[in-house]
């Protein structure tokens, strides 16, 4: 009999936060806000998508890649962290290895991020 276990190891789910593989993923903390950040792990490029309504009334995903300081970074272990402010709709990329902390959010239909800074 095969044993599942690996596949398992594979994705950790925890309240809010959906790992696997080589991204990371991690919606707004605003409450009013349909929107999920996506970083990749080892090079900190940013992404998000979020839901949207077609005028035919048709659902959509809206997808925005990642612009001004949301590209490629220095290769690291970056994670995702919100902050627990409601009607914020950024959230903050960490390098868990240089503690280097950016904040990135959706601006004119790119992700953008602040310089890393500690």
């Not at 409450?31 to 839901?51: I, P």
């Not at 990642?66 to 919100?82: M, R, W």
């Amino acid at each position: 009999m095969r044993s599942f276990a690996p596949l398992f190891a594979t994705v950790v789910l925890l309240p809010g936060i959906a790992v696997a593989g080589d991204y990371m993923f991690l919606p707004a903390p605003q409450t009013d806000l349909n929107r999920v950040y996506r970083v990749d792990r080892v090079t900190g490029e940013m992404g998000a998508c979020q839901y949207g309504v077609k005028e035919d009334g048709t659902g959509v995903t809206l997808c925005f890649p990642a612009g001004n300081g949301a590209g490629k970074q220095e290769p690291g272990d970056y994670v995702l962290v919100a902050s627990n402010h409601q009607k914020e709709s950024a959230v903050f990329r960490i390098d868990q290895r240089t503690g280097t902390m950016s904040v990135c959010y959706v601006w004119k239909e790119q992700v953008i991020c602040t310089p890393p800074a500690r």
